[in-house]
Nanobody
Framework: QVQLVESGGGLVQAGESLKLSCVYSGTIFSIYTMGWYRQAPGKQRELVATIIFNGGSTNYADSVKGRFAISRDNYKNTVYLQMNSLKPEDTAVYTC??????????WGRGTQVTVSS
């Protein structure tokens, strides 16, 4: 069974930074992609950033390009989301996602990020 555990969320002021972590564990044969999604109150969940494990190619939502960076540490089984220049509209629950090569999808429980103006 695969587990994804997020951490690093919190309350910050606009313009500040946060770094989210997602530690994955369990029986994982091969990972295709990992990513971060977010859902603000009253809104649909949206993709924030993804990283392809083989090669490290990344993809970002237009709203976070230039401010957020996704990375991975294979030795620590961790994926990070560095968030800089945070804005109030970045307030949401951020959730980690994994897609295996066999196309199984796994989700963490999420971590709250709140940005005050």
């Amino acid at each position: 069974q695969v587990q994804l555990v997020e951490s690093g969320g919190g309350l910050v002021q606009a313009g500040e930074s946060l770094k989210l972590s997602c530690v994955y564990s369990g029986t994982i044969f091969s990972i295709y992609t990992m990513g971060w999604y977010r859902q603000a109150p009253g809104k649909q969940r949206e993709l924030v950033a993804t990283i392809i494990f083989n090669g490290g190619s990344t993809n970002y939502a237009d709203s976070v390009k230039g401010r957020f960076a996704i990375s991975r540490d294979n030795y620590k089984n961790t994926v990070y989301l560095q968030m800089n220049s945070l804005k109030p509209e970045d307030t949401a629950v951020y959730t980690c996602n994994m897609i295996s090569l066999s196309r199984n999808t796994y989700w963490g429980r999420g971590t709250q990020v709140t940005v005050s103006s």
